[in-house]
């Protein structure tokens, strides 16, 4: 099936945590590491997170600097990504930040069991956002937005998602920073559950990259092709 060129992109503490337990958001990025996904949100077609992670973060998901934005229009597309939210129960507000900014396209993929009801939720609320059946399967997600001319596709998130996709071979690069501290809470979220990993000790990622962004080090993974393993 063809699917658009996938990109996770996560940060995470020094113990492999992606947030604390509290009901704010934690930030582990800096600013600079911010800026970074921010240009790499501009190379994209489409921006991806699960329900989870509208729920507890009402993220924008937007491209933030205004010369990326400029450039993306000078190059025909809009200034901000298609918004992708993927949710099998249709549990989302059709008043959350990610369908109400941004310029492009919004998307909703729920179970075939939630679909009338989501539908109609969204339009009684004038969402202009399309809820889509998807399978449970990811993979089915990202046939249609390659149908949808989606080519280059921005994952972040959450624990969920993550998993999902790197369960299912699904990331064709991950980019992980890591925050130069340590949460210690486990009621906080990992980067991902327990899952069987296409990427276990028997078929390791290679590792493209490694630097240090200020105090945060920045990962970038592959897969191991024939060519490269
Ligand atoms: N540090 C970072 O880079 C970063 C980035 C993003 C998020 N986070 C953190 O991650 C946490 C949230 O993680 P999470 O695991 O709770 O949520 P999540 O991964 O954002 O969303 C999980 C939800 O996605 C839906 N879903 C997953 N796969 C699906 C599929 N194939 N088809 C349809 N729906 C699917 C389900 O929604 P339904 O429940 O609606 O069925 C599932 O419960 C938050 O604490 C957030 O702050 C951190």
Known sequence: MPRPYTLLSCAMSLDGYIDDGGPE?????SAEDF????????????????AGTVRSDDPR???????????R???????DLVKVVLSESG????????FTTGDA?????????????????????????????????????????????VRRL?????TGVHTRFLTAGLADELRVAVAPFFIGDPAAPRFVAPGAFLHG?????RLAEARALGDMAILRYLPQTPETA
């Open 73 to 79: 229009v000078s190059q025909g597309h809009t200034a």
């Open 154 to 158: 921005l994952v972040e998130g959450g």
């Open 91 to 98: 549990g989302v507000d059709p008043a959350a930040r990610v």
């Open 105 to 149: 396209a919004k998307l909703v993929y729920v179970g075939a069991a939630a679909r009338a009801a989501t539908a109609r939720r969204f339009a009684a609320a004038r969402s202009d956002a399309e809820v889509v059946e998807a399978g449970s399967d990811p993979a089915a997600v990202l046939a249609d937005l390659a149908a949808r001319g």
């Open 25 to 29: 958001r934690l930030r582990l990025s």
């Open 61 to 71: 998901l937007l491209v933030r600097s205004p010369e990326r934005r400029a450039r």
């Open 35 to 50: 800026d970074e996904v921010d240009e790499l949100r501009a190379g994209c077609d489409a921006i991806l997170v699960g």
């Open 201 to 205: 000790p028997a078929a390791p990622m």
